[in-house]
């Protein structure tokens, strides 16, 4: 058995609909633009390629908790996302067995901050700053797809302090989840654990220390979190 200088980290996890159990974290994808404004147009040629980025397994935070504002911005986004839960290891894993690698379905919400990212953009530098901090990963309750299907469609939304901000459909994912999943396992061998945040539709908007966010995707779950003081 292997002996460690320092207790090993906690495992990060996220919360199962209905269940005590809880699904163990091992990396976070998320995709970059995602949402056509209008309806998708006809044909893979007009769909420039997806792109990801990454944030740490233990950036996710559970429904209901209070987030401080985080450091070294000033303009804090939220993205609402369908979030897919891997379950199965898969490498070039085909399109038409992409969704069988799926365990579950939440609803996530990718903050970042803008203005950091924004800098990277102009910079050409990496967006780790902008995307993966502490605590920039909330995540709601999973629910198995063994429950929820495989959804296709459904309204996804977000309000702050009640009022609507962002509202999508998941008909208008300009690459749908099978292909997320089999675009995300050309570059990297997908493994049991990792979650891929699937991108947001448009309204992404500030918030500010004491605002209340909720959001939800229709037949998947809901999340709500509170933006706190920043940190002393
Ligand atoms: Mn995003």
């Known amino acids: 058995m292997t002996e460690f200088v320092l207790a090993p980290p906690a495992i ?27 309806a998708r147009e006809l044909g893979n040629d007009e769909r420039d390629p997806p792109f990801f980025f990454t944030k740490p397994a233990d950036a996710v935070v559970d429904t209901g908790s ?5 450091p070294l911005t000033s303009n804090l986004h939220h993205e609402i996302e369908l979030v897919v839960a891997i379950g199965k290891a898969g490498f070039r894993i085909p399109r038409e067995h992409a969704l069988s690698h799926v365990w579950g379905y939440g609803v996530g919400i990718d903050l970042t901050r803008r203005d950091l990212q924004d800098q990277a953009k102009k910079a050409a530098r990496p967006w ?3 995307k993966a901090f502490d605590l920039s990963a909330p995540c709601g309750p999973l629910l198995p797809a063994a429950k929820s299907g495989h959804p296709g ?3 996804i939304w977000l309000a702050v302090n009640g009022e609507t901000r962002q509202e999508g459909d998941l008909a208008e994912l300009i690459w749908p989840v099978a292909d ?6 050309e570059a990297v061998e997908l493994q049991p654990g ?28 809901t999340i709500e979190v509170t933006i706190g003081q920043p940190r002393a």
């Open 12 to 38: 990060a996890s996220v919360a199962i609909a209905g269940s005590t159990e809880r699904f163990a974290v091992r990396r976070i994808f998320c995709v970059g633009r995602n949402y056509a404004a209008h």
């Open 153 to 155: 469609k459904g309204r």
């Open 128 to 130: 780790d700053w902008s």
């Open 66 to 70: 209070e987030i401080p504002y985080p």
């Open 180 to 185: 997320i999943v089999a675009i995300c396992s």
């Open 194 to 221: 990792d979650l891929i945040f699937t991108g947001t539709p448009a309204g992404v908007g500030a918030v500010q220390a004491g605002d209340r966010i909720t959001g939800g995707v229709d037949g998947i779950g």
